[in-house]
């Protein structure tokens, strides 16, 4: 499946029972005004709840279900835009209503929007919305960067949210006939619940494999590579892939426990797994001190950054920071299987103090035929520019480009390529934040 078809089938599936609904309206449902606002209010009613259950069944985090979407990370992105859109119809749905009851006098408009007693049918439809409103809220970055353990818990009210929707949308039901609607409502709802159980359930059962940190390695004061050794079954994966990792460790200051995705920064063929980690907030200080002999979980493989077939296609990687994991991840493969590659990497650090495994890379750059390394020093070039890239990367135009880091870089480095006239499909991306 294209990735473009994988982004695209979500909206169509959320758009068919609006489809549905709409072409079983009949003529008087568009006879006025105040008949197509009404039709208008119970289409984007049967949007919101649709959408709602699609975005809530994209959630699930079976490994190998993001890699027709490119990642991860780009069907986070489509679960949140549907999750957004759904936000803009339940918004809309309740306005709709009371303007096409408005046609007919201002108090049947009141009498819309407001419950009389227990009419659980109104209160249920305002208990989603409510609780729509609090969890996607701090999504949006006019709210600033939400904390990011704050903004998790938010997001169970989407529980909430989605049988608040349920139960109103059944309770007062119009627009489907009830088998249809039985149907179709409870097709979604079971994906969603499916995808739910195994996120929050099944997956700590029987998608988590137990490993024991055998090594931890202090390539700087900041970042810790630990090596893991499985208890039982070892993970399979392709390189620049990337797993949660769970401690299990009473001693660690914070994160007992607590998921994380980390990029794995060995080779598949290793008996071990290696993952290079940065002090960047409080569970990745803490594991800083982890030691020889604790357990973590790790869940996964997920992402999709490298291509899965090897092909002759020049390549150009731009990593910032600790962005240069998957990067180390396939070059250890390459020189594992004595393989070579047509690829120029522009590592880009504030100064040679913080490009951590540069020695490592300018090794495995003699070692591995047709790989070259570019260091970019903040400090001394400023941003990376398209003159910067010329320079060290003459064709850099016609090379298929893979950025990760944080980002700022990996925007800085997208629009770079793109004004230079590299294609959009030519540019693939790792973003290091999943929010
Ligand atoms: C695909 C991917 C691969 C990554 N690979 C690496 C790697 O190889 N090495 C490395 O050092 N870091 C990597 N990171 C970043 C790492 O996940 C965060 O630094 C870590 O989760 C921070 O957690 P914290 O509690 O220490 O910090 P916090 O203060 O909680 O957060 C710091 C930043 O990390 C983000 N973050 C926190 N928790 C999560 C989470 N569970 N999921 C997504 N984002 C989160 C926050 O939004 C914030 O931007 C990767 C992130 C992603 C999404």
Not at 307 to 318: T, V
């Given at each position: ?63 190998g279900f993001d890699l027709p979407f490119g990642g991860l990370t780009k069907l ?337 480095a997208r629009s770079i390529l793109l004004r230079a006239g590299v294609a959009r ?11």
């Amino acid at each position: 499946m294209s990735r473009r078809l994988a982004h695209a089938l979500p909206w169509i599936v959320a758009a068919i029972p609006v489809m549905v609904a709409l072409l079983l309206a009949s003529a008087a449902e568009f006879a006025s005004a105040g008949a197509i606002l009404n039709l208008l209010g119970r289409l984007t009613g049967i949007a919101a709840l649709s959408l709602l259950l699609v975005s809530a069944a994209l959630a699930c985090r079976v490994p190998g279900f993001d890699l027709p979407f490119g990642g991860l990370t780009k069907l986070w992105a489509t679960h949140h835009r549907l999750g957004a859109a759904a936000l803009f119809m339940v918004l809309a749905h309740p306005v709709l209503l009371s303007l096409s009851a408005a046609t007919a006098s201002l108090d049947a408009a009141a009498l819309t929007l407001v419950p009389a007693g227990a009419d659980w049918a109104m209160w249920s439809g305002w208990i989603a919305l409510l609780a729509m409103v609090v969890f996607l809220a701090p999504s949006f970055a006019f709210f600033g960067e939400p904390e990011y353990q704050r903004w998790r818990w938010l997001h169970r009210l989407s529980a909430l949210a989605v049988l608040g929707a349920l139960v109103h949308t059944f309770l007062l039901a119009r627009s489907l006939p009830s088998a249809l609607s039985v149907g179709i409502w409870g097709v979604l709802a079971a994906a969603a619940l499916a995808a739910v159980a195994w996120r929050f359930v099944f997956s700590r059962r029987a998608g988590r494999l137990r490993y024991t940190v055998a090594e931890v390695a202090r390539p700087a004061n900041n970042i810790v590579e630990l090596s893991l050794r499985p208890f039982e079954h070892s993970l399979k994966f392709s390189a620049g892939q990337f797993v949660y990792l769970a401690p299990y460790d009473r001693q660690l200051a914070a994160g007992y426990a607590e998921e994380h995705p980390y990029t794995l920064s060995s080779a598949p063929g290793e008996r071990a797994l290696r993952i290079a980690i940065k002090d960047l907030g409080d569970a990745s200080r803490a594991i800083q001190s982890i030691a020889p002999g604790s357990e973590v979980r790790i869940e996964g493989p997920y992402g999709d950054f490298f291509p899965r077939h090897d092909s002759a296609e020049p390549e150009l990687w731009i990593a910032g920071g600790i962005g240069i994991t998957p990067f180390l991840g396939r070059l250890r493969h390459l020189a594992a299987t004595q393989q070579s590659l047509d690829a120029r990497l522009v590592y880009c650090v504030q100064d040679q103090a913080r490009a951590h495994f540069s020695e490592e890379l300018e090794a495995l750059a003699a070692q591995v035929p047709g790989f070259d390394l570019t260091q970019h020093f903040f400090f001394r070039e400023g941003p990376l520019s398209a003159e910067f890239l010329a320079t060290h990367c003459p064709d850099f135009v016609s090379r298929r480009a893979y950025i990760c880091g944080p980002d700022p870089l990996l925007e800085r480095a997208r629009s770079i390529l793109l004004r230079a006239g590299v294609a959009r499909d030519q540019i693939v991306t790792e973003e290091f934040t999943l929010l």
